[in-house]
């Protein structure tokens, strides 16, 4: 069984910072692509910045400069550093996973998404 669990939201002023974690677990045998979305309410869920096993990574737009991905592959882990943060920064945000697991019969690859983490900013 695979969890990929996030930890280190919370509440910060406007220009403050925050650091996310996620960290997969289980019966790994490799993990792709990593990535963080974020939810505010009323709105759908939306890309923030993806990361690849080679460390390729990728922003949106409304992040680029402020965040920034990283991942410990021997830790299965990836972390989103996200400074000056703005109050339109508040959601949820989910850490999601493609990650290649054990199983019984061989090998599966499958997508794993956390239970998502709340980030609010505001004075």
């Known amino acids: 069984q695979v969890q990929v669990v996030e930890s280190g939201g919370g509440s910060v002023q406007p220009g403050g910072s925050l650091r996310l974690s996620c960290a997969a677990s289980g019966s790994i045998f490799s993990i792709n692509a990593m990535g963080w979305f974020r939810q505010a309410p009323g709105k759908q869920r939306e890309l923030v910045a993806t990361?690849?096993?080679?460390?390729?990574?990728e922003y949106a737009d409304s992040v680029k400069g402020r965040f920034t991905i990283s991942r410990d592959n021997a830790k299965n882990t990836t972390y989103l550093q996200m400074n000056s943060l703005k109050p339109e920064d508040t959601a949820v945000y989910y850490c999601n996973a493609e990650i290649i697991s054990r199983e019984h019969n061989g090998l599966l690859l499958d997508d794993y998404w956390g239970q998502g983490t709340q980030v609010t900013v505001s004075s």
């Open positions: 990361i690849t096993k080679a460390d390729t990574t």
